[in-house]
Structure formats: C-alpha cells, structure tokens
C-alpha cells in the first residue's frame, strides 16, 4: 500500500470554478499534512499546511482533513489560469519521523 | 527573501562516475533533506539530516551514497558510481522547524543529473 495516494488527474476545471483534490494516506499515525504546489520543471513550494481535522482557509484555498478517515482534502475556489500545476500532498508519518512523504500529485488545469 | 541554492543546476556524467550535488540551506535552518524527482515521477525521499548526523534514510538511500555537511553552510550529496537510472532531478530542502511540528520545507530549484 502507498504511504500517500492521489489521483493523477489530469483535473480539468473552468476559470472561476471551485477544484477539489483528494488524498489519502497509509500510517495512522500520521501528525501533519501539507499540500505543495509544483510548477512544470520547478521545485515544490508549500500552499498550507494542517494538522487538525476540520478546515483551514487560507485565501482561496481550504485544505480539510479527517484523521478517522485518514482523508485530507484540498479546494481551490476561484479557480485561475495561474492555478495551473501539480499539487502534492505530503504527510508525516509518526511523531518521531523526519520524513515528508509525497504523494505522486494531482495536475490541475484551469481553463481560461 | 533567504533562498535554498543548489549547483549545478545541471550535470551530464558517465556511468559509473561520482557526481557531488551541493547546497546551500537557508542559513537559521537546522533539518536538511535531499530529495530526488525522476522525470514524470512523484517526489522521493533520499535521506534527512539533523544535528550533523543522518536522521532517516530511505531504501533509496543505499551505499552509492553519502551527505555531508563539510563546513556548517554547504550540504552536499555524493554518489559514488552512477547508474542509468539516477538520472533524475535533484532537490535540496531545509527547515527550521521539524515537519512533525508543521515546519515547512524550502526547496531549492534543483540539480538535473542525466547519466549517460
């Protein structure tokens, strides 16, 4: 089983539009999660992070996150051409644990 | 705005070579992480680096290769024979909070190995 599962996409949605992307993750142990952004042939760099279920906000984007269903979620409202991009959920596994776990990312396109 | 750096932004080698990756992390950070990316692939974890030791390691992260910190600024990574498939992009993080702690890795732009 992967340790961070996404679905590749590619995730097609028109300007404006609210972009919803999954992940799923193995360890239940895991304590915090962040979504990274990462555009073509550039390196990741971190929209948000969460480490409580429930909701964050942070701008246009809301990442959600249910421990139980070992779930964390992330919407983009107001969907920009700018949006275009990979996102990449990364988890940290148990409290001892360095490590940031990526998933293999959702590639997101927005449609002007 | 402190910057990860990384050099060379891209290195053409023989197989069976050593090739050494080098970084510099953002200057307050104290957790250093290699990561390596192969083309179309998700972002892999290669090992972490805290309080001048190696903290974890991934099955990746085999004897071909080795870290360092030779003088409390430069980060390196070194693989001692290269293979075909090490050809990937490299990235080089650093942090000063640990990510358990919801410490946000800062990415430099990477070194693009391609091994011939």
């Known amino acids: 089983q992967k340790e961070v599962e996404q679905n590749s996409g590619p995730l097609s949605v028109p300007e404006g539009a609210i972009a919803s992307l999954n992940c799923t993750y193995s360890d239940r142990g895991s304590q915090s999660f962040f979504w990274y952004r990462q555009y073509s042939g550039k390196s990741p760099e971190l929209i948000m992070f969460?480490?409580?279920?429930g909701d964050k906000e942070d701008g246009r984007f809301t990442a959600q996150l249910n421990k139980a269903s070992q779930y964390v979620s992330l919407l983009i409202r107001d969907s920009q051409p700018s949006d275009s991009a990979t996102y990449l959920c990364a988890v940290v596994g148990r409290s001892n644990d360095y490590k940031l776990s990526f998933g293999a990312g959702t590639t997101v396109t927005v449609r002007a | 705005e402190p910057e990860v750096t990384q050099t060379p932004s891209h290195q053409v080698t023989q197989m069976g070579q050593e090739v050494i990756l080098r970084c510099v992390p953002i200057?307050?950070?104290?957790?250093f992480y290699w990561y390596r990316q192969i083309l179309g692939q998700k972002v892999e974890f290669l090992v972490s680096?805290?309080?001048?030791?190696?903290?974890?390691k991934s099955e990746i992260f085999d004897d071909q290769f080795s870290v360092e910190r030779p003088d409390g600024s430069n980060f390196t990574l070194k693989i001692r024979s290269t293979k075909l498939e090490d050809s990937a992009m490299y990235f080089c993080?650093?942090?000063?909070?640990?990510?358990?702690?919801?410490?946000?890795?800062?990415f430099g732009e990477g070194s693009r190995l391609t091994v011939l």
């Open positions: 969460i480490y409580s279920n």
């Open positions: 680096f805290y309080n001048n030791e190696i903290s974890e």
């Open positions: 200057s307050n950070h104290l957790y």
């Open positions: 993080a650093s942090s000063d909070i640990s990510p358990v702690n919801t410490g946000e890795l800062f």
